[in-house]
């Protein structure tokens, strides 16, 4: 059974930095999709960062240059690192996980995922 876990959420003033971990459980590394979704109310669910298997990554125009997502295959782990951080960050993190398909490994299109971990609330204040 596929199963996602987020962890390493919390409260923090604006500017200040955090790693998101998402622990991955049956995922095969050149079978699997994988990225990070945030969902904040009125806003909806919209993709923040996303990697291929070949290590290909893709970033929401909003934290490109602020957070970077990388996986640990040591560890089995997707990690998504964050500086810099707004308000307009909170929001609910989730990860999700898709069967290896070349054509929508990156898709920031939360229909394309098959898989989510029950999400990590992340509060930034000002």
């Known amino acids: 059974q596929v199963r996602l876990v987020e962890s390493g959420g919390g409260s923090l003033q604006s500017g200040g930095s955090l790693r998101l971990s998402c622990a991955a459980s ?4 050149g079978r699997t999709c994988l990225g990070w979704f945030r969902q904040a109310p009125g806003i909806g669910c919209e993709g923040v960062a996303t990697i291929a298997n070949d ?5 929401a125009d909003s934290v490109k240059d602020r957070f970077s ?3 640990d295959n040591a560890t089995n782990t997707l990690l998504l690192e964050m500086n810099s951080l707004k308000p307009e ?9 898709r069967v290896y398909w070349a054509p929508a ?13 029950q999400g990590t609330q992340v509060t930034v204040s000002s």
């Open 55 to 59: 290590g290909r990554t893709k970033y």
């Open 89 to 97: 960050d909170t929001a609910k993190y989730f990860c999700a996980a």
């Open 69 to 71: 997502v990388a996986q």
């Open 26 to 29: 049956v995922v095969t590394v």
């Open 105 to 117: 490994c990156l898709s920031m299109i939360p229909a394309n995922y098959e898989h989510w971990g």
